[in-house]
């Protein structure tokens, strides 16, 4: 996982920013804190943070954020916008399956596909054993996990991104593939870099993130100490019940330390 968003990690933002809507998602983790926590959480540690956005939006409303992600590009990016919005975060590089802090938090996310990186089950029982050492009893882990049912198999596109002052155009081709035997869908991405009409950079990377059902997450998380509360589709609204399986990709899981 260190090797990956070398070079991705420097466009990440232009990519994501002008259509992710981190303010809203961040609206929808405070309803969950609501729903699901006794009172609401101090400290909140991010687990696969990127470039801080959850981080510091969460931040900005009061909560002490905690970022991490074993990508040095990444948190570089991170430490970069929170300083420019004067947002006390901290981001430290540091892979999720080695969680070691000297305090305990009250409340963990992982959002987007950081926890697909899990692809074995020795990383899922070191990442969520150290987690739980982690946190603090009855303690929410919020999280984004990718459905096995609804990942389709093979799946092409692109999209093209341009900086604020429209000097530097991005576009990403995507391929993916998913192995339907271990649930394993292989990304390749390249990339292609423009200043104006001139090519600035090129590469490739690949990743590889494996999607679960809701019924291997129930299990995983109650076999290293967790009770999953709750899977929604990503509208955080509709519940992503076993029966009658949903087809959407993205669920988001609530669970909690037992």
């Known amino acids: 996982m260190e090797d990956l968003y070398k070079k991705f990690g420097k466009y990440y933002d232009k990519i994501y920013c002008p ?3 981190y303010k809203q998602e961040c609206n929808d983790l405070e309803n969950l804190f609501k729903k699901y926590c006794e009172k609401s959480p101090e400290n909140i540690l991010d687990i696969g943070c990127g470039t801080g956005s959850h981080a510091i939006e969460l931040c ?21 916008k929170a300083q420019a919005k004067n947002m006390d ?3 430290l590089v540091q892979d999720m399956r080695e969680l070691n802090f000297n305090f305990k938090f009250d409340c963990a996310i992982c959002m987007f596909g950081s926890f697909g990186y899990l692809t074995t089950k ?8 150290r987690l ?8 929410l882990f919020l999280f984004e996990f990718w459905n096995a049912k609804g990942a389709v198999k093979e799946f092409k596109s692109w999209n093209k991104a341009k900086d604020e002052k429209g000097n530097i155009t991005v576009i990403r081709l995507n391929e993916s593939r998913l192995d339907e035997k271990t649930n394993i869908a292989k990304f390749s991405m390249e990339f292609i870099v423009y200043s104006g009409s001139e090519i600035v950079d090129s590469f ?3 990743h590889k993130l494996r999607c679960f059902s809701v019924s291997e997450i129930s299990k995983i998380l109650d076999e290293h100490g967790f009770d999953l509360l709750a899977t929604y589709n990503k509208d955080f609204k509709t519940q992503a019940l ?3 399986q949903p087809s959407a990709f993205n669920i988001f899981a609530v669970a909690k330390t037992s």
Do not use: H, W
């Open 19 to 21: 259509t992710y809507n």
């Open 60 to 80: 900005r409303r009061g909560f002490k954020v905690t970022g991490i992600d074993i990508s040095p590009v990444m948190i570089k990016q991170a430490k970069k």
């Open 89 to 91: 975060c901290d981001f």
């Open 122 to 129: 020795k990383d899922l029982g070191r990442f969520l054993g």
């Open 132 to 139: 739980k050492k982690n946190l603090k009893k009855k303690s």
């Open 204 to 206: 490739t990377e690949v």
């Open 242 to 244: 076993e029966s009658g």
